[in-house]
């Protein structure tokens, strides 16, 4: 059995998260991996159960989504945009994570993670910085 536990360590690609859409009060980050197929000894994988998604923003508190497997071999390509980040315009996050492959009898991969991910809500879509975002001049006041 201990050998058994030995083989289930997974081979997992790296995920991406590079792309985000936002809507007037928060953004979902895109996030895609590919799954494994095969175990680290290289045998056919057979029951892989999920993914697990661990991520923060902006540093605070570990977050976790599972993302189911797309079929027990494994193989598939994941795109998952159900994660939403509380952002309005004027505001940044980052959001940093890593995946785990699970099967079904409890073996998990090493993470696999990804490069931080800037959300910029202070800049239009052409890069230039919003109005909205700057801070207005010194006005002038008169006492009389």
Do not use: F, W
Request: aromatic fraction near 4%; proline fraction near 9%.
């Amino acid at each position: 059995m201990t050998i058994l536990a030995l083989l289930i360590a997974l081979l997992l690609a790296p995920i991406a998260a590079g792309a985000y859409t936002c809507t007037t009060a928060d953004c979902t980050p895109t996030v895609t991996y590919a799954e494994p197929s095969t175990y680290v000894s290289g045998q056919p994988l057979t029951n892989l159960q999920d993914g697990l998604y661990s991520y923060q923003v902006n540093g605070g508190p570990t977050q976790q989504l599972v993302v189911p497997a797309s079929r027990p071999q494994g193989g598939g390509t994941i795109t998952n945009t159900t994660i939403k980040v509380p952002l309005t315009v004027c505001q940044t996050a980052t959001v940093t994570g890593s995946i785990v492959a699970r099967t079904t009898v409890g073996g998990v991969s090493a993470p696999a993670g990804h490069a931080p991910l800037l959300m910029d809500r202070t800049k239009l879509q052409n890069g230039q910085p919003d109005p909205q975002c700057t801070t207005p001049g010194a006005g002038s006041l008169t006492v009389q």
